[in-house]
């Protein structure tokens, strides 16, 4: 067995994420065509308040949803890309960008790949506590990103029932309710 090698690489569209073709060897020394979209570092965090037993989400349409499932919205936790920050830094502005919560202290999950057949895409996966007080603003996303964000507050059984029975459908809110249910199971008792 070889070490794996990118051959050749040609950009077929760069934009704000960037797409290319790749010709690679393989580990057999077999030599494939292999898509790749270039992607920036990500966020992603489920805001919960443990003596309300709630939790924060968004609700926005979402382009490859719509046309894969013609599904007008999905309800995830809040996320975006790392922008230059670190990423606790980009959390807690995507947190109150699109949610309106001002947060304090983040517990991180995980660092994953998103779609490790596609895409260069590595997320941070955090837990962050809140409290009523801690909503300072409307949310609803950054101005002039048109992100049509609905914020919702849902109750943590909820949250779980959605995930037992298959309707909550983003990956990434998936994991996050599964671990929040694995750390903390009084809360959804």
Do not use: N
Request: proline share 5%; with cysteine.
């Amino acid at each position: 067995m070889s070490t794996p090698e990118i051959l050749e690489k040609t950009i077929a569209y760069d934009g704000w994420a960037k797409y290319s073709v790749l010709r690679v060897r393989l580990r057999d020394g077999h030599i494939a065509k292999r898509e790749l979209e270039e992607h920036a570092a990500a966020i992603t965090v489920l805001p919960y308040d443990p003596e309300r037993r709630t939790a924060m989400l968004v609700s926005q349409f979402r382009v490859p949803v719509f046309a894969a499932a013609g599904e007008h919205t999905l309800v995830e936790s809040i996320a975006g890309t790392i922008d230059g920050e670190q990423p606790e830094d980009a959390a807690c502005r995507e947190a109150l960008e699109e949610t309106g919560l001002k947060l304090g202290a983040l517990e991180p999950v995980a660092l994953l790949w998103t779609m490790p057949g596609l895409s260069t895409e590595r997320m941070h996966l955090y837990l962050a506590p809140y409290r009523r007080a801690d909503r300072v603003g409307d949310g609803g996303g950054a101005k002039g990103e048109h992100e049509d964000i609905t914020v919702m507050e849902l109750p943590l059984r909820e949250l779980a029932a959605m995930a037992d029975s298959g309707t909550l459908t983003d990956m990434k809110t998936f994991a996050l309710v599964q671990t929040l249910r694995l750390r903390k199971p009084e809360l959804f008792a």
